[in-house]
């Protein structure tokens, strides 16, 4: 174990030439940061969900029903055995082939059929007041957490000239202020690690979820190395459009379709500017190139870029998404449905019955009857949901 840790901890791939880990060690004269710091995160972590949890449950809850948040879920399914063992115990997306068999069991179409299995999905969704209180905790910690760096940055000097990042490095004492904010932000991400098991699930659940894996080891890695100022660029630069984008899907489960539209475009117009051009002209610049000049070459910083590079990648899937969103939006007036909307929906759904083979018949299976009601879904939900 202790060969492995000490390859691990390699000085020569971690840190630049001539430098130990017995240099950053702290003293009383100058305080720099340790690993083992990391593990305050965890226990962090788990104290920002059960703050999270009370939040939405005494917060965000009763603002929510204020503000008239429907709290009711998607319609429910016809309660139907047949169709509900099938569900439970063999797929929750039947083929071709299992329609047919369970439209000649039922004597259901298979439109019918396809619509309670759509509806039966959806009722496993979780409802408006749910996302309602989800949204309102990110937008709480987003803008808690934005307003704290805006204020500790405003003090520092590489807010302002970013070659300052590099300056004395990495002898570069650990200001308190940083160290609490750069455990805040890991503990946080932490917790969205655990949570987003749980939470809202959307289409680019696999996407999110890369995001926050990137997102933690960039966090560690930087702290471990000393890359701290850049790190508190970079936190604070991405928490900007998530106070908005939060903000823009508030406004739209209140139904308030005109201010969401103004949140969502004003979330598109900062999210490409930030992403897309001060996050590659700033951040990218100063550690591919400023940071290169001021200290050359050591392994540590090409893991740095990749890690920093990759979040770019996923800058601009995502703007994609924006885009796409805005040009709806632009062009038909209003935000058009979210792409990774979690509720299904189909231009079927006018029918309320299912019909059954014969035209006329209403069909009772397992003491239940064969009305069907129509599957909700959103509108007007904003984009792509990220860091």
């Not at 169709?83 to 439970?88: A, D, G, N, P, S």
């Not at 019909?355 to 007007?380: D, E, F, I, Q």
Request: hydrophobic share 45%; net charge positive.
């Amino acid at each position: 174990m202790a060969g492995i840790l000490a390859w691990f901890w390699n000085e020569r791939f971690w840190l630049p030439h001539n430098v130990t880990w017995a240099d950053l060690q702290s003293t009383e004269e100058a305080a720099f940061p340790q690993a083992e710091d990391l593990y305050l995160a965890f226990p962090l972590a788990f104290c920002i969900f059960m703050i999270r949890l009370l939040f939405e449950r005494f917060i965000a809850k009763p603002c929510a029903l204020g503000l008239k948040v429907q709290a009711n879920g998607p319609q429910k399914a016809q309660p139907n055995a047949i169709l509900e063992k099938v569900f439970t115990a063999i797929t929750k997306h039947p083929d071709e082939k299992r329609l047919d068999g369970l439209s000649k069991q039922l004597d259901w179409d298979v439109r019918s059929i396809q619509r309670w299995f759509r509806q039966r999905r959806n009722q496993e969704k979780p409802s408006t007041l749910t996302k309602f209180c989800e949204s309102m905790w990110r937008f709480t910690f987003y803008l808690y957490i934005f307003t704290y760096g805006i204020r500790f940055l405003k003090k520092t000097p590489w807010l302002w000239n970013t070659r300052q990042c590099w300056n004395g490095y990495p002898y570069q004492p650990l200001m308190p202020d940083l160290h609490y904010y750069y455990i805040v932000e890991l503990s946080f991400y932490w917790s969205l690690m655990f949570s987003q098991f749980i939470d809202v699930k959307r289409k680019d659940f696999g996407i999110m979820f890369t995001h926050h894996i990137v997102t933690v080891t960039l966090i560690t890695f930087s702290y471990v190395t000393n890359l701290t100022r850049v790190g508190t660029l970079t936190l604070c630069l991405h928490d900007a459009a998530d106070v908005v984008l939060e903000a823009a899907k508030m406004a739209n489960y209140c139904k308030c379709q005109k201010l969401s539209d103004l949140l969502f475009l004003t979330f598109a117009i900062v999210f490409i500017v930030s992403r897309l051009g001060i996050y590659p002209l700033w951040i990218l610049n100063t550690t591919l190139f400023e940071l290169y000049e001021a200290l050359g070459n050591f392994p540590a910083l090409w893991v740095f870029n990749v890690l920093l590079v990759i979040l770019q990648i996923l800058h601009c899937f995502w703007s994609y998404l924006i885009i796409k969103a805005a040009y709806k939006a632009i062009s038909k007036g209003k935000v058009a449905k979210d792409d990774r909307s979690d509720i299904e929906s189909s231009s079927d759904e006018e029918e309320t019955v299912p019909r059954s083979k014969t035209p006329h018949s209403t069909v009772t299976t397992n003491g239940t009857s064969g009305a069907n009601g129509t599957n909700g879904y959103l509108t007007g939900s904003t984009s792509s949901e990220e860091h």
